[in-house]
């Protein structure tokens, strides 16, 4: 069963970074390993629903980004380290929130919750003003 463990998490100032990791093992449901699944980082602030952050295809040649986030969040992944990671530079106090990593069904960048398989248990982003 496939296993997604997120880290990398924390308290900054408004205007800093924090680089967030997904280390994933197993496989999925269907027995696609990491290596040819997309990946997704999503984020849920207080009292709102869960968003689509960026989403990476299978071998990192074709991303995604929600409009939020575009030019100062960048979605990169390391098969060989079963690793995807979210580097978040200028962060603004709204960003503030969960952050999760989730495993796709398929290959291709998505965006709807529905085509994600497998999800981690989520690493808290607070950035301060």
């Known amino acids: 069963q496939a296993q997604l463990v997120e880290s990398g998490g924390g308290l900054v100032q408004a205007g800093d970074s924090l680089r967030l990791s997904c280390v994933a093992s197993?496989?999925?449901?269907?027995?696609?390993?990491?290596?040819?699944?997309?990946m997704g980082w999503f984020r849920q602030a207080p009292g709102k629903e869960r968003v689509v952050v960026a989403s990476i295809n299978w071998n990192g040649g074709d991303t995604y980004y929600a409009d939020s986030v575009k030019g100062r969040f960048t979605i990169s992944r390391d098969n060989a380290k079963n690793t995807v990671y979210l580097q978040m530079n200028s962060l603004k106090p709204e960003d503030t929130a969960i952050y999760y990593c989730?495993?796709?069904?398929?290959?291709?960048?998505?965006?709807?919750?529905?085509?994600?398989?497998?999800w981690g248990q989520g690493t808290q982003v607070t950035v301060s003003s």
């Open positions: 197993g496989r999925t449901f269907s027995g696609r390993p990491f290596s040819v699944s997309a």
């Open positions: 989730a495993q796709a069904r398929g290959v291709v960048i998505t965006i709807p919750e529905r085509d994600y398989s497998y």
